[in-house]
């Protein structure tokens, strides 16, 4: 066949190259890994996301039956807005004052740790997160804690729970974030078993041990034998490091900085490149024995985030306040100046400073006020006369009974809530013991 034109010459066509078995399957593989791909981001994006923040609801009134829960005040901008008379057409200036906004990638989730049968949070921790910083931050907030209740009175922050699941969490949630100054972004809820075998999957935390630690008491199943020094501790060597208290001259004051530092090394291990492996026995673990509001979403969000932080730079704080005893309970009220100086300095989500005009702190002044005061001593009686009519004076040998019964005891006050006082044998996250006990007393235990 003569291929050539007159009007130029033009090459055969080409027969089209085959692709062999071998290379259809590799281009298969590519294209469905691809698809899978972009479905991948497609859910990641979807799911794999923030919590949501909610905006501020203006209160409407409330029922004359309902409970009263203190509301978050919002700190406040003054901007300056320049504005035209209508009378003179002269500029003139006047100041707002606008609601503060919430800064973009700033979240605190509080933490609470507890058991399965555990009525209160004997361990409460906020836990910060700037994203565009990097920076982590944790705030313990001490057990006996004063706070307001729904009705006008007070009770201790870890009886706010008061053994509710969610509701009891949604409930210290607002509760805590009324007395801090700013909103939770979340919650998250741990018992023992979730503590031990999320310590067990990392295959134990490297841990140095402040002091010895020993302490036993059967009520609880609750039995402490920890050597100072630095150890390998396994999920139930870590619970007894964390819940041992008895022993510091400080008590719950010094555990918190304790948990604080074990958290510290416990978060750097999860978020190793070794413990990612383990992703399914983790959401395992948090599908039985964790109780949030924040979906897998979020959590996945967190972590990736928190693998860019440096956790040997993470700053710790506990608030700080004076022991206090109020109608025969051991309180721990704060120091209002000291909380707000500490949100503003790593907590403090808005773009304006908390104040104290922001914030609904106990102190002690305040909490003493609660104090009922104490009964009079009933009046004596005067004695029958034996012989009456001589005179009105006693007779000098004799005694005048007492009214009181030495051996009745002062009856329980109606203003201090029934969840004050812990139910003998029940077992918390770090026991039942009171925070400040009287010097004069003396313990065989640690």
């Given at each position: 066949m003569n291929h050539e034109k007159h009007h130029g010459h033009f090459e055969a066509p080409r027969e089209k190259k085959r692709l062999t078995g071998r290379q259809k399957g590799a281009l298969g593989i590519v294209l469905a890994l691809a698809v899978l791909i972009g479905l991948g981001v497609g859910i990641y994006k979807t799911v794999v996301r923030p919590p949501q923040k909610t905006e501020p609801v203006v209160e409407t009134q409330p029922e004359a039956e309902e409970t009263k829960e203190p509301e978050i005040k919002l700190p406040t901008i003054k901007h300056v807005v320049t504005k035209v008379d209508e009378d003179t057409g002269e500029e003139i200036e006047e100041e707002l004052e606008l609601?503060?906004?919430?800064?973009?990638?700033?979240?605190?989730?509080?933490?609470?740790?507890?058991?399965?049968?555990?009525?209160?949070?004997?361990?409460?921790?906020?836990?910060?997160?700037?994203?565009?910083?990097?920076?982590?931050?944790?705030?313990?907030?001490?057990?006996?804690t004063v706070v307001l209740t729904g009705n006008g009175g007070i009770m201790k922050i870890n009886s706010v729970y008061a053994g509710g699941g969610a509701d009891g969490m949604a409930r210290l949630s607002k509760r805590l974030g009324a007395m801090l100054g700013f909103e939770l972004d979340g919650y998250v809820l741990v018992n023992l078993e979730a503590f031990r075998e999320t310590v067990d999957l990392v295959d134990g935390v490297e841990f140095d041990v402040p002091q010895d630690m020993y302490y036993q008491d059967p009520t609880q199943n609750l039995h402490i034998d920890l050597k100072a020094g630095k150890q390998l501790l396994d999920g139930e060597k870590a619970m007894e490091l964390v819940r041992f208290r008895k022993g510091y001259a400080s008590q719950d004051i010094q555990r918190t900085k304790v948990q604080q530092e074990f958290l510290r090394a416990l978060a750097k291990k999860v978020l190793s490149v070794s413990s990612l492996t383990k992703l399914k026995e983790f959401a395992d673990v948090f599908s039985t024995y964790v109780t949030t509001d924040l979906t897998v979403g979020n959590m996945l969000y967190f972590a990736k985030a928190l693998m860019q932080c440096n956790f040997d730079a993470m700053k710790t704080y506990t608030l700080e306040g004076e022991g206090a005893m109020i109608n025969g309970g051991s309180y721990y009220p704060l120091?209002?100046?000291?909380?707000?100086?500490?949100?503003?300095?790593?907590?403090?989500?808005?773009?304006?400073?908390?104040?104290?005009?922001?914030?609904?702190?106990?102190?002690?002044?305040?909490?003493?006020?609660?104090?009922?005061?104490?009964?009079?001593?009933?009046?004596?009686?005067?004695?029958?006369?034996?012989?009456?009519?001589?005179?009105?004076?006693?007779?000098?040998?004799?005694?005048?009974?007492?009214?009181?019964?030495?051996?009745?005891?002062?009856?329980?006050?109606?203003?201090?809530?029934?969840?004050?006082?812990?139910?003998?044998?029940?077992?918390?996250?770090m026991g039942p013991d009171e925070l400040f006990e009287d010097i004069t007393q003396t313990d065989e235990t640690p």
């Open positions: 609601p503060a906004s919430h800064r973009e990638g700033v979240y605190n989730i509080l933490i609470c740790g507890t058991d399965d049968d555990g009525y209160r949070t004997d361990t409460i921790i906020v836990a910060h997160l700037d994203e565009e910083t990097h920076d982590v931050a944790l705030m313990s907030v001490p057990r006996d120091y209002a100046g000291k909380l707000v100086q500490v949100v503003n300095e790593s907590f403090n989500p808005y773009d304006a400073p908390v104040t104290l005009d922001t914030v609904n702190v106990i102190t002690p002044e305040a909490a003493r006020s609660y104090q009922k005061p104490a009964e009079p001593e009933p009046a004596e009686e005067p004695t029958e006369l034996e012989n009456p009519g001589e005179t009105g004076e006693e007779p000098p040998d004799e005694e005048v009974p007492e009214d009181k019964n030495p051996d009745d005891t002062e009856s329980e006050n109606p203003d201090v809530p029934p969840e004050e006082t812990p139910e003998e044998g029940q077992e918390n996250w």
